[in-house]
């Protein structure tokens, strides 16, 4: 089966700066696919050329199998886009019917069920709605159509909790629908739900990708550990330890420690074993702090750029 | 004209429409003006005394050299420099604000990823600038020949729609070329510049290198000149002038819309 999105070492220069690097994505069919990055990554530069906004520098983009600066492959794509420009002088529903006659939607039974459940009053102006408002249009104009592919430039900025949950399950719906989804987001806790395969961006190259399971495991753990009264609180020898990073203590005086840890959690429990300690907690990992690793290895100061002097991989000791 | 080209010029037309009003208005309202002061006018001799006084190839320059006629004085003081500037300065502002304008606003970000062509959202646009052009041009034809008529000024009714052409077309060249500035990348204010740069030059080609001999070829490569240059008003259409204004206004869109559909969008 021909995947819905493929890029193929696509690389995107503006002038001198190179926005994209050598990016190498696979779409499949019937997924939501969370495309992650902090701003500026690279995550609309990418989208703009599946919609065929821009084109490569070099590499190739092939959307549903075609070129997408052809029209009639955009039929098929449903588009939101980072930044949402609306006509103020129409009303909601007027902007709905406009994109309604571009696409040439007949079926409005949809439209008008999307419109409902995301709570939009369709006699409203355009003028003067709050950005999550304006979001919500465009995410109706996305999904009204049922295209085969959903392309969602940062789908939940603005909305509120309540809208992001109606989101989330109509993002579902579509995939349930055989529907295929790439949202964009830099806050991941808000795709981590939905989406079956995450990249991640960042600065312009992939820095992860997979599925979200996958990705979650290889984050690294945050251990929360209570020494029994009494018991010394080794920080420095925990710190030592490979494979521990950003070990703190709660509170100055206090016997709980946290600390992050990469890999298998085995050294951890041996060096525990030789302690009293009253509880040890393993939140599960969400993809924050997965993500939160690949930002850092490039700030510099960070854990991750002192990591190459050795006598510093264990970071810094609170 | 399929669906979603009707619906793109539909919304074009009704985004530019107060603008649209305001410069119709305005013009109308400048030609009623200078129509509705010739009866005064001509029962003065003011008109030959503002002419006396300025030699023949300034007067001329100016398009008032036959001021004391009918046609001369409709000439001079709105055909000659008032009209054609008005109404390619609203031709240019138009174009960039409807192209290069919405682009960069990043209001054709969501039309542009709909299932239409790029070239027809902008060939529409600037079909929706022409519409706008002859729509003015028509309401200033009908209010200059319904003031002739009344006032029973010695001026052809062919000279007056003959001029309304010429004048008109020369606008939508300078429609053509902000749009084409547009299509090559270079954004609104490039748009605005350059096209706005293009009349203004054109208009001093036009009305002074016939001054002196050595310059007076140049007057040729003004539009002005073939829009204007054998006085339409009174000597009827200049088909080769027009001819002229088509062919290259069709050439620099045609050049605008191959070079849109071969480059970025603008990002917001």
Redesign the interface.
Known sequence: MTPLIECTDVTKKFGDFTALSRLNLTVPQGVVYGYLGPNGAGKSTTIRMLMGLSRPTSGQVRVLGQDPTDPEVRRRIGYLPGELRLDERLTIGQTLASWGRLRGLTDTAYRDELVQRFGIDPSRRVRGLSTGNRRKVGLVGAFMAKPELLILDEPTNGLDPLMQQVFLATVEEARDNGQSVLLSSHILSEVERVADLVAVLQGGRLAASGPTQELRRRASQRFHITFAEGEDVPLAALAGLEGASDVERRSPEGQVVSLAWAGSPDALLKFLAGRRITTLTAPEPDLEEAFLEYYQRDVPGSRDAEAEEPSAAAGPVR | MS??SS??FR?GV??QKRTLIAWSAALVLLAISVVGAWPSMEESDALEDFSSGISPEMAAAFGIDQISSASGYLKGNLYAVLLPLLLGLMAVTATAALTGGDEE???L??????????RTVFLVRFLCVTFGLALTSILVWLSVYGSVVSFDMDVSGGGVAAVTLTVGLLAVLHAGVAYAVVGFGFGRGPALGVAAGVLVVGYLLHAIAPMSDSLEPLANISPWEWALGSDPLLNGVPWGGVALLVVLSAAIVAAGTYAVDRR??K??
């Open positions: 669906s979603p619906e793109i919304r009704q985004i606003a990043g209001r970000e969501l039309l542009l990823a709909l299932p239409v062509a790029r970025d969008v990002n917001a």
